[in-house]
């Protein structure tokens, strides 16, 4: 007779982040989350990718409470925060909360110098004695913009700006960084760069990290567990290195087929009326 091998529990862990059942509308009319759930454990490395449209800057909105200034509204779900309610709270709180996003197109000032602009990040914050300390401690962690603090942000190249928007980010001591798109437009070396720093970032001072990507291979190479988010749903989770080995993944996201190619959705539904045919 065969042995049924229990899996180990399957009860939810409480996480740092728990997303339940999120919808959410533009205008009124426009439903471009339905039903997200992700869950971003105490020092966790979460990755949501998904192609140009999913819904993955929406999600964010969401949980900074930034929807409003794109006129879009939670419809429905729940989002805590160390199993506390934050869905709908003022943004500021949030980030004093200890939520903090690099934003999509990083959102520089571009005539402020590189120190002014990780200034602006400690906002939130009271204690100039520590500010100035974590101000240098941002120079230690990124090498290659030390020596530009007194340049004017608009002067640095791409992968630096986006270094100064990690710094900026970092500036509010988050316990967990939301990243949108960081690989967006830069050199692969570069974005491995800052994966790195993320990483180190994750392992040394635990700060939870969610990575928000189109670029899947990049992501699930750094990140411990991973959704996929299509059209506003969630379709697929799972640890990192099970979603890279997993052969619709590969086909879809993993095989530089692209935008052009067909959603995993898609494969899935192909592939299962194929099997159904046979
Ligand atoms: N301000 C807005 N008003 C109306 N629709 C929007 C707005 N922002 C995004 N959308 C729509 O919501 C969906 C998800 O967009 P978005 O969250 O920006 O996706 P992603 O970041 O994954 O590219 C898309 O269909 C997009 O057109
Ligand atoms: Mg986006």
Redesign the pocket.
């Known amino acids: 007779m065969a042995v049924q091998i229990l899996n180990e529990s399957t009860e939810p862990t409480p996480g740092l982040l728990d997303v339940n059942n999120l919808e959410v509308v533009?205008?009124d009319s426009?439903v471009?989350l339905r039903g997200v759930s992700i869950t971003v454990p105490e020092g966790g490395f979460v990755s949501v990718l998904?192609?140009?449209?999913?819904?993955?800057?929406?999600?964010i909105r969401a949980i900074t409470s930034l929807l409003f200034v794109?006129?879009?509204k939670i419809r429905d779900g729940e989002i805590e925060l160390r199993g506390k309610r934050i869905a709908g709270s003022d943004s500021a709180k949030i980030v004093k909360a200890g939520i903090c996003q690099v934003p999509?197109g990083r959102m520089l000032f571009p005539s402020l110098t590189v120190e002014e602009n990780l200034r602006i990040g400690s906002s939130s914050r009271r204690n100039r004695a520590e500010i100035n300390s974590d101000i240098e401690r941002m120079f230690d962690l990124f090498p290659q913009i030390a020596s530009r603090r007194k340049d004017v942000a608009g002067w640095l190249s791409g992968g630096e700006q986006q270094m100064v928007a990690v710094g900026r980010a970092l500036m509010a001591r988050p316990a967990l960084l939301i990243c949108?798109e960081l690989s967006l437009g830069l050199a692969p070396q570069i974005v491995h760069t800052l994966f790195e720093l993320l990483k180190q970032i994750n392992q040394d001072e635990g700060t939870s990290i969610l990575l928000i990507e189109q670029n899947a291979r990049m992501a699930l190479q750094y990140s411990k567990y991973a959704y996929i988010?299509e059209t506003?749903r969630v379709v697929l989770d799972g640890p990192s290195d099970v979603l890279e080995s997993n052969e619709d993944v590969q086909e879809f996201y993993l095989g530089g087929a692209g935008e052009a190619a067909e959603a995993y959705a898609t494969i899935k539904h192909y592939k299962k009326r194929k099997r159904w045919l046979l």
């Open positions: 533009y205008n426009v471009a998904g192609t140009n449209g999913a819904g993955k800057t929406t999600l794109h006129k879009g999509e949108d988010l506003g």
